[in-house]
């Protein structure tokens, strides 16, 4: 067993920035820290000085000796490989082997994954799916994540991408969405991209309707001025996100009779929405399961918090929880 003294970094590279912190057992942060990724188009040079960045934060919880490894949640994140694969929100093209890069930097073993994954990870360590071993993850922010674990493992599969299920198709011939060039996915309609989409297409459908979304151009229509509309009662607001409560219902509804899991947990800026979003979603999950997987699934928000998930879910791949075998 490892030693309550022993600390975990856990990182998460995002399109704009790369967070940091330091972690214990219990998932204390005890120090954290961020620094831009979209200013390194050289991979090298950004390891470096997040080398640089750390040393102190290692330094004052006692030295290198006491970090037992670091965990990596990136974009297209390939956990077998170590690889960050064709990300297309980063600067580094291709392939590119992070957890090695980093290994050779820190001289310590570094464990990678993609951001959802990372988050599942760190829910059923540190949220709510403690005690679980069969769960769906599921993040809504500007797009839509998923990390699925079965058995107590995370489910990567033979080529250590499985489990997209925003890329899943929900509408047929549906909304386009612009990154793949595929119609009708979940992450078209659930993200808050898709939740400002939607508002304006309502908006535009019901143009005789007052609304408080009509002060907002097009072009800055976003999740939050939906949200802070439907809490004042407006009505189009509010059919917004019943109108994707439906479809991400609908979606989970599949998800379930595939995997049967005990629990789906939602995470991110979406879900600050609340019962306009919940409350739709566990109606038309309900409404589209056979009996059989009715009334079975809990339905909860994350317990993380937002700022610190990712650190968490990152720093919570060193530890005990391992994925599936290849």
Known sequence: MESPLEYAIGIDVGGTTAKFGIVNHRGEISNRGNLPTNEHD??????NELYDEIQPAIKEIGGPDLIKGIGVGAPNGNYYNGTIEYAPNLLWRGVIPLAKLITDK????????????????????????????????ITLGTGVGSGIIANGQLILRHDGFAGELGHTVIRPKGRLHSGTGMRGTLETYASATGIAITANELLDQRSKEKSLL????????????VYEAAMKGDKIAKDVFKFTGQILGEALAN?????????????????????LLMDPVKKHMEKNLLPIFQNKVKLLFSELKESDAAILGASALVWEIKPEPK
Do not use: Q, W
């Not at 009509?214 to 001025?225: F, L, Q």
């Open 42 to 47: 050289d991979v090298n040079r950004f390891i």
């Open 106 to 137: 820190f001289n310590k073993p570094c464990t990678l994954t993609n951001d959802a994954n990372a988050a599942a990870v760190g829910e059923m360590m540190y949220g709510a799916a403690r005690g679980m071993r069969d769960f769906i993850m």
């Open 214 to 225: 009509r002060k907002t151009p097009h072009k800055k229509m976003d999740s939050k001025v």
């Open 255 to 275: 998800f379930v009779m595939f995997s049967s899991p005990e629990a789906i947990i939602l995470f991110g800026g979406v879900c600050k929405a609340g019962k």
